[in-house]
């Protein structure tokens, strides 16, 4: 017979002592003489005794896990978030549990289910791009558990929200695209459902309307999945157009260094015929050919906040104190490399 895992009943026995008695040694309860403690400890050591922390925490109903749904868990962005979490959630005792939605709503819907089940005490959540119905969280938020949005926000959900100011780096990268002499400035989006790609997009509209330049709708296309190939292919047909663009601010990395491919496979050059920049300074930004200018956002310093603010509202709701949502909007900043500069060197803005 296999050896089977040390019961408070083995430690009681073996000591002649009750079941309760050993359950408030090994919490140090004032109750239990400092002799009766040490025989308890030296033989739970010496029996090998573990603790049953999930069930102390069920009792205790807190189980110090958060739950993380992201969208895609290579995008090096949201990488570097669930680094920012994880490294803060320990510094408090916290585990993480991490669910991937692939921009599904339906799959967002079943991470939130699942982690309901698992017994998570809060939740950091970047929407799906499909995303378009929230009850699902408002429950989390009915039942006590509370939600913190990241990155991909909705103002139809009160919580608390983590962003980068999207508007302001899009703004800058499209100034950016004037400054360098370019005058018909492409837009490739994604889905205008999240907030985030809304305020991008509402970015680079305000710097063509404040520079005096004409807004194309022939020039804004649109990327379902913000991906490489996407970014190619409608580069393609922008390039077909009988007065094509001559810069473009993408929406994400993965589109702008698409796009570069497309113009480059047309027998074009970046920047002199088609100057490109991006959003979230990629790691493979800086090594393809040229080297793509970019909106860094402070990911990291995201995951770092969103969980200083979910433990913040676990703490209160466990206390019975009024939670308030918070909204921090981070500063971004332009890398700007060869895609936009030609020879000059890259420089941060």
Same mark, same amino acid.
């Given at each position: 017979?296999?050896?089977?895992?040390?019961?408070?009943?083995?430690?009681?026995?073996?000591?002649?002592?009750?079941?309760?008695?050993?359950? @408030?040694?090994?919490?140090?309860?004032?109750?239990?003489? *400092?002799?009766?403690?040490?025989?308890?400890?030296?033989?739970?050591?010496?029996?090998?005794?573990?603790?049953?922390?999930?069930?102390?925490? /069920?009792?205790?109903?807190?189980?110090?896990?958060?739950?993380?749904?992201?969208?895609?868990?290579?995008?090096? /962005?949201?990488?570097?978030?669930?680094?920012?979490?994880?490294?803060?959630? +320990?510094? /408090?005792?916290?585990?993480?549990? *991490?669910?991937?939605?692939?921009?599904?709503?339906?799959?967002?819907?079943?991470?939130?289910?699942?982690?309901?089940?698992?017994?998570?005490?809060?939740?950091?959540?970047?929407?799906?791009?499909?995303?378009?119905? %929230?009850?699902?969280?408002?429950?989390?938020?009915?039942?006590?558990?509370?939600?913190?949005?990241?990155?991909?926000?909705?103002?139809?959900? +009160?919580?608390?929200?983590?962003?980068?100011?999207?508007?302001?780096?899009? %703004?800058?990268?499209?100034?950016?695209?004037?400054?360098?002499?370019?005058? @018909?400035?492409?837009?490739?989006? &994604?889905?205008?459902?999240?907030?985030?790609?809304?305020?991008?997009?509402? &970015?680079?509209?305000?710097?063509?309307?404040?520079?005096?330049?004409?807004?194309?709708?022939?020039?804004? @296309?649109?990327?379902?999945?913000?991906?490489?190939?996407?970014?190619?292919?409608?580069?393609?047909?922008?390039?077909?157009?009988?007065?094509?663009?001559?810069?473009?601010?993408?929406?994400?990395?993965?589109?702008?260094?698409?796009?570069?491919?497309?113009?480059?496979?047309? &027998?074009?050059?970046?920047? +002199?015929?088609?100057?490109?920049?991006? /959003?979230?300074?990629?790691?493979?930004?800086?090594?393809?050919?040229?080297?793509?200018?970019?909106?860094?956002?402070?990911?990291?310093?995201?995951?770092?906040?969103?969980? @200083?603010?979910?433990?913040?509202?676990?703490?209160?709701?466990?206390?019975?104190?009024?939670?308030?949502?918070?909204?921090?909007?981070?500063?971004?900043?332009? *890398?700007?490399?060869?895609?936009?500069? &030609?020879?000059?060197?890259?420089?941060?803005?």
């Amino acid at each position: 017979m296999g050896k089977h895992n040390t019961r408070l009943k083995d430690i009681a026995d073996k000591l002649g002592i009750s079941i309760p008695t050993v359950s @408030r040694a090994l919490n140090d309860k004032p109750d239990i003489g *400092i002799e009766t403690k040490r025989k308890v400890m030296e033989l739970a050591e010496e029996m090998h005794y573990q603790r049953n922390e999930f069930a102390i925490n /069920f009792k205790n109903q807190q189980s110090f896990i958060i739950g993380v749904i992201i969208p895609q868990i290579v995008h090096h /962005f949201f990488s570097n978030i669930i680094n920012g979490i994880i490294t803060e959630a +320990e510094k /408090f005792g916290y585990s993480v549990m *991490i669910f991937q939605s692939n921009e599904s709503y339906h799959s967002e819907l079943k991470g939130t289910k699942t982690f309901r089940k698992s017994m998570i005490d809060g939740l950091i959540i970047s929407l799906a791009d499909t995303t378009d119905d %929230y009850s699902h969280l408002s429950s989390l938020q009915e039942h006590k558990i509370p939600v913190v949005l990241i990155d991909k926000v909705t103002d139809r959900l +009160e919580a608390s929200k983590i962003v980068c100011n999207d508007y302001q780096g899009a %703004y800058d990268a499209t100034s950016h695209l004037i400054e360098v002499g370019k005058r @018909r400035i492409a837009h490739l989006t &994604g889905s205008l459902t999240p907030l985030t790609t809304r305020e991008r997009h509402r &970015g680079y509209c305000d710097a063509l309307k404040n520079n005096d330049l004409k807004l194309d709708n022939e020039l804004i @296309r649109y990327c379902d999945l913000v991906s490489g190939e996407e970014g190619y292919q409608e580069m393609k047909t922008l390039l077909s157009l009988s007065n094509p663009p001559d810069a473009i601010f993408c929406a994400t990395d993965p589109t702008a260094i698409g796009a570069i491919n497309a113009v480059k496979d047309s &027998g074009l050059k970046v920047p +002199e015929d088609i100057a490109v920049i991006g /959003f979230s300074n990629w790691s493979m930004s800086s090594v393809i050919d040229p080297p793509l200018s970019s909106v860094i956002q402070p990911d990291v310093e995201m995951g770092e906040k969103a969980v @200083r603010l979910i433990i913040e509202e676990i703490e209160n709701i466990r206390n019975d104190k009024p939670v308030v949502f918070k909204t921090h909007v981070m500063k971004t900043a332009l *890398i700007l490399r060869q895609s936009t500069l &030609g020879k000059k060197e890259g420089v941060n803005v």
